[in-house]
């Protein structure tokens, strides 16, 4: 019997362990990967501490949720094709392939509009399915692989979280109003690959906003106007207000925490959207006529639709994007690199290679 391993969460607040087991049967369409190449995404720190805090003592507990255990995370994965469950899928063997993560029921409103990260029984890889910190992922449809070309494998993976999610947050700003001034709040993965893409996607104005100086010189180089360090501003939000000369109209908010959600308020003029994909957590006061009186509106977004990554890759590979900086190591290293997402430590996207 052939055998595969994989790094395996085995409970909430502990590290994941290397086991080995079969490879699993293939069923119907299913199709069988060989990872070479596995984003980390600061939202499996999550995942490994076992709750989302709700602010206030409260939190969602995951032990409460569909995700099983033990489990194997990584959502951001490339990797080969080597095996499928259905003939006609055999001409992929050998492909490289990038997957899309975010797969839903299949059968709800939401999938069959095209909309699986809307799903309310998801199947995302990584999260409620084994994901990519593995030698080998089955994916359930030959429709969640996507082709890359010959772009750079290592930042191709990290297009299914960290550019999806802000690549759908920044379509949800557009248009943006003459003269306008976007804010891109936290320089992780999310906020570098947001400051490359809306270069890309024409944005004329573009702030970042961190708390770590090597991470504002990274967007610097990664296409942003002007930069503002959040930590060593007496008052953020006037100082977030005046970089954007009044006309601070857009924020992608990739922290989502009571602070940055406040600043971002605050800072906005007339007219504008602050959108939200942070998960940091907690809770936060909202002045509820300043919603009308500023014309404001507050937006959650998840991750993306499958269409929505087809459209990224093709925008990636006409080229002019600068990918964010790429820190590749070992499977093998997958504590460690969770222990850096967590303590601050990790300049733009680690990626493991099994």
């Given at each position: 019997?052939?055998?595969?391993?994989?790094?395996?969460?085995?409970?909430?607040?502990?590290?994941?362990?290397?086991?080995?087991?079969?490879?699993?049967?293939?069923?119907?369409?299913?199709?069988?990967?060989?990872?070479?190449?596995?984003?980390?995404?600061?939202?499996?720190?999550?995942?490994?501490?076992?709750?989302?805090?709700?602010?206030?003592?409260?939190?969602?507990?995951?032990?409460?949720?569909?995700?099983?255990?033990?489990?194997?995370?990584?959502?951001?994965?490339?990797?080969?094709?080597?095996?499928?469950?259905?003939?006609?899928?055999?001409?992929?063997?050998?492909?490289?392939?990038?997957i899309y993560p975010w797969i839903g029921c299949g059968n709800c409103p939401?999938?069959?509009?095209?909309?699986?990260?809307?799903?309310?029984?998801?199947?995302?890889?990584?999260?409620?399915?084994?994901?990519?910190?593995?030698?080998?992922?089955?994916?359930?449809?030959?429709?969640?692989?996507?082709?890359?070309?010959?772009?750079?494998?290592a930042w191709a993976c990290t297009l299914a979280c960290s550019g999806l999610?802000?690549?759908?947050?920044?379509?949800?700003?557009?248009?943006?109003?003459?003269?306008?001034?976007?804010?891109?709040?936290?320089?992780?993965?999310?906020?570098?690959?947001?400051?490359?893409?809306?270069?890309?996607?024409?944005?004329?104005?573009?702030?970042?906003?961190?708390?770590?100086?090597?991470?504002?010189?990274?967007?610097?180089?990664?296409?942003?106007?002007?930069?503002?360090?959040?930590?060593?501003?007496?008052?953020?939000?006037?100082?977030?207000?005046?970089?954007?000369?009044?006309?601070?109209?857009?924020?992608?908010?990739?922290?989502?925490?009571?602070?940055?959600?406040?600043?971002?308020?605050?800072?906005?003029?007339?007219?504008?959207?602050?959108?939200?994909?942070?998960?940091?957590?907690?809770?936060?006061?909202?002045?509820?006529?300043?919603?009308?009186?500023?014309?404001?509106?507050?937006?959650?977004?998840?991750?993306?639709?499958?269409?929505?990554?087809?459209?990224?890759?093709?925008?990636?590979?006409?080229?002019?994007?600068?990918?964010?900086?790429?820190?590749?190591?070992?499977?093998?290293?997958?504590?460690?690199?969770?222990?850096?997402?967590?303590?601050?430590?990790?300049?733009?996207?680690?990626?493991?290679?099994?």
């Amino acid at each position: 019997m052939a055998l595969t391993h994989s790094y395996q969460l085995q409970q909430y607040g502990g590290q994941p362990v290397r086991v080995e087991h079969p490879l699993p049967p293939l069923q119907n369409d299913e199709i069988l990967i060989r990872v070479t190449h596995a984003g980390v995404c600061h939202s499996d720190v999550y995942i490994q501490d076992g709750y989302q805090d709700l602010g206030n003592g409260e939190k969602i507990d995951f032990a409460d949720s569909t995700m099983p255990m033990p489990l194997v995370m990584g959502h951001e994965i490339v990797g080969e094709v080597v095996a499928t469950g259905n003939e006609q899928h055999r001409s992929l063997i050998g492909q490289r392939r990038l997957i899309y993560p975010w797969i839903g029921c299949g059968n709800c409103p939401s999938c069959t509009g095209g909309h699986d990260n809307h799903c309310e029984q998801p199947r995302s890889l990584g999260i409620f399915r084994h994901g990519g910190y593995a030698e080998h992922v089955v994916v359930p449809d030959a429709r969640y692989l996507l082709d890359i070309g010959d772009l750079d494998p290592a930042w191709a993976c990290t297009l299914a979280c960290s550019g999806l999610t802000v690549y759908s947050a920044l379509q949800q700003l557009l248009p943006m109003k003459s003269g306008s001034a976007l804010a891109i709040v936290g320089l992780g993965g999310l906020g570098l690959s947001a400051v490359s893409l809306a270069r890309k996607l024409g944005f004329s104005t573009i702030i970042a906003c961190d708390i770590a100086d090597d991470r504002l010189e990274a967007a610097l180089k990664l296409g942003a106007d002007r930069v503002l360090n959040t930590a060593n501003s007496e008052d953020a939000e006037q100082a977030l207000k005046s970089l954007a000369g009044q006309r601070l109209h857009g924020v992608i908010d990739t922290v989502g925490s009571p602070a940055t959600v406040q600043m971002a308020i605050g800072a906005v003029a007339k007219g504008s959207r602050v959108v939200l994909v942070g998960l940091h957590g907690g809770q936060t006061a909202l002045r509820i006529p300043l919603l009308p009186f500023k014309a404001l509106s507050l937006i959650g977004s998840y991750t993306g639709s499958l269409s929505e990554l087809q459209a990224l890759i093709a925008l990636v590979r006409q080229g002019g994007i600068a990918p964010l900086p790429i820190n590749q190591r070992p499977l093998c290293c997958l504590p460690d690199a969770l222990s850096d997402l967590r303590r601050g430590k990790a300049l733009g996207r680690i990626v493991l290679n099994p």
